[in-house]
């Protein structure tokens, strides 16, 4: 069965440093992956989509890498703030397409002043 | 420019009632989609649309109904109310280009007792 798996334990960072979350998959074959942004009692906020014919996307001080080999992604986001403390969300299109989206359970990050 | 909006934002049900999560967004897309998110389970997909008149199943659909007769609604019907749907709802829509990610709206949290 398909299935995506998020380091389910927090990943406790200092600030200024680069935080780097991991994201790999199982049974899929994306044709697309996002990674969202959830605050406490917030929804999903979108932050990035890469395809699967893109290695590595940026946004201003966030990058994601897509390795369909590996079947993994990896986000990092650079000059890392405690405002960046949050949970991030991997997710990805399967079998059925992309209006049928399933989400990782998210890696909490907390960045340390 | 609201996005998507959902309401109520708690709501209290006594097993056995049933009742109705509204969802409406005015970004004209094509694609909406109600998640649960429960604590370790992450979120899992209940039922999607692609479009106005056309819905379909997702990873745990039952207990729950859609319709999508406009493009801008898409409610979410519990039938008949269960401990087990103790959860936060999300609803997310989506332009269905593939270009962008889903937006969600803020939740709903149920609590059934």
């Known amino acids: 069965s398909q299935k995506i798996e998020q380091n389910s334990e927090a990943l406790n960072i200092q600030e200024g440093k680069t935080a780097t979350l991991t994201c790999n998959y199982t049974n899929y074959s994306p044709a697309y992956l996002q990674w969202y942004r959830q605050d406490p009692g917030r929804g999903p906020v979108f932050l990035l989509l890469?395809?699967?014919?893109?290695k590595e996307k940026r946004k201003e001080r966030l990058k994601v890498t897509f390795d369909t080999t590996l079947k993994q992604s990896l986000f990092h986001i650079t000059a890392s703030q405690p405002a960046d403390s949050a949970t991030y969300l991997c997710?990805?299109?399967?079998?059925?397409?992309?209006?049928?989206?399933?989400f990782g359970i998210g890696t909490k990050l907390q960045v340390i002043p | 420019n609201a996005g998507v909006t959902q309401t109520p934002k708690f709501q209290v049900l006594k097993t056995g009632q049933s009742m109705t999560l509204q969802c409406a967004q005015d970004?004209?897309?094509?694609?909406m989609s109600w998640y649960r998110q429960d604590p370790g389970m992450g979120l899992r997909l209940i039922h999607y649309s692609v479009g106005a008149g056309i819905t379909d199943q997702g990873e745990v659909p039952n207990g729950y109904n859609v319709s999508r007769s406009t493009t801008e609604d898409f409610p979410l019907r519990l039938l008949s109310a269960a401990p087990s749907q103790t959860s936060v709802y999300f609803c997310a829509s989506n332009s269905g280009t593939g270009s962008n990610g889903y937006t969600f709206g803020s939740g709903t949290r149920l609590t059934v007792v």
């Open positions: 997710a990805l299109d399967g079998s059925g397409g992309y209006q049928k989206v399933t």
């Open positions: 890469i395809r699967e014919n893109e």
């Open positions: 970004m004209n897309h094509e694609y």
